[in-house]
Nanobody
């Protein structure tokens, strides 16, 4: 059974930092691109940052470049994906979702408008709220 579990959300003041973690089980992640998406109330889900199955440089959406860092936590668990978020703004307030999709590139995963499709594999999300 595939499980995607996010953690690390919360309430923070503008300019602050949070680190989100995603743990995936039930998949052989060697062939899966991983990434973080976010969805604000009344808006569509959009890609924030994604990484290729083979690793390498992550893809970042323009609105988070220079502020967010995506990395696999190999020391803890090779199936853990972290998103370090610095310099948070009120506009970053959203529910953040982790996703896994087989044999696609990071950019394809992050830039496709998935809507309500059953794939990628999605977690339940974690809320990030930034007060101004």
């Amino acid at each position: 059974q595939v499980q995607v579990v996010e953690s690390g959300g919360g309430l923070v003041q503008a300019g602050g930092s949070l680190r989100l973690s995603c743990t995936v089980s039930g998949l052989d992640l060697v062939n899966y691109a991983l990434g973080w998406f976010r969805q604000a109330p009344g808006k569509e889900r959009v890609g924030v940052s994604c990484i290729n199955p083979s690793g390498g440089s992550p893809y970042y959406a323009d609105f988070v470049k220079g502020r967010f860092t995506l990395y696999r936590d190999y020391a803890k668990n090779k199936n853990t994906l972290n998103l370090q978020m610095n310099g948070l703004k009120a506009d970053d307030t959203a529910k953040y979702f982790c996703a896994a999709y087989r044999i696609v590139t990071a950019e394809y995963l992050c830039t496709t408008r998935w809507g309500s499709t059953p794939r990628p594999y999605w977690g339940q999300g974690t809320q990030v709220s930034v007060s101004s």
